[in-house]
Nanobody
Framework: QVQLVESGGGLVQPGGSLKLSCRASGLPFSTWFMTWARQAPGKGFEWVAS????????VYSGSVKGRVTISRDNAENMMYLQMDNLKPEDTAVYFCLRGGFMTGTTERTSNWGQGTQVTVSS
């Protein structure tokens, strides 16, 4: 059974930084393709970034590329999203999920965490 728990969200000023964490349970985490997605207020789910097993296997959406870094620590069953130069439009609930993101997704599955709120505001 997959369990994913996000943390690290909060309120930050425009231009600030946050690092989100995702703790995974259920083996074998190291083989999982992992993704960050988000949902802004009143909007649908949006893909943010994904990565495979290790370094060099990261992909980013155009809206965040250059401002966020996805990473993972397979030994600790952890995934991270370092977000820099945050903008008000980054305000959303951020979710980690096992696997890829399907465009048009309208609901979370058991492979998703519960999410962590990120608010970018002055």
């Amino acid at each position: 059974q997959v369990q994913l728990v996000e943390s690290g969200g909060g309120l930050v000023q425009p231009g600030g930084s946050l690092k989100l964490s995702c703790r995974a349970s259920g083996l074998p985490f190291s083989t999982w393709f992992m993704t960050w997605a988000r949902q802004a207020p009143g909007k649908g789910f949006e893909w943010v970034a994904s990565m495979g097993r290790g370094v060099g296997d990261e992909v980013y959406s155009g809206s965040v590329k250059g401002r966020v870094t996805i990473s993972r620590d397979n030994a600790e069953n952890m995934m991270y999203l370092q977000m820099d130069n945050l903008k008000p439009e980054d305000t959303a609930v951020y979710f980690c999920l096992r696997g890829g993101f399907m465009t048009g997704t309208t609901e979370r599955t058991s492979n998703w965490g519960q999410g962590t709120q990120v608010t970018v505001s002055s």
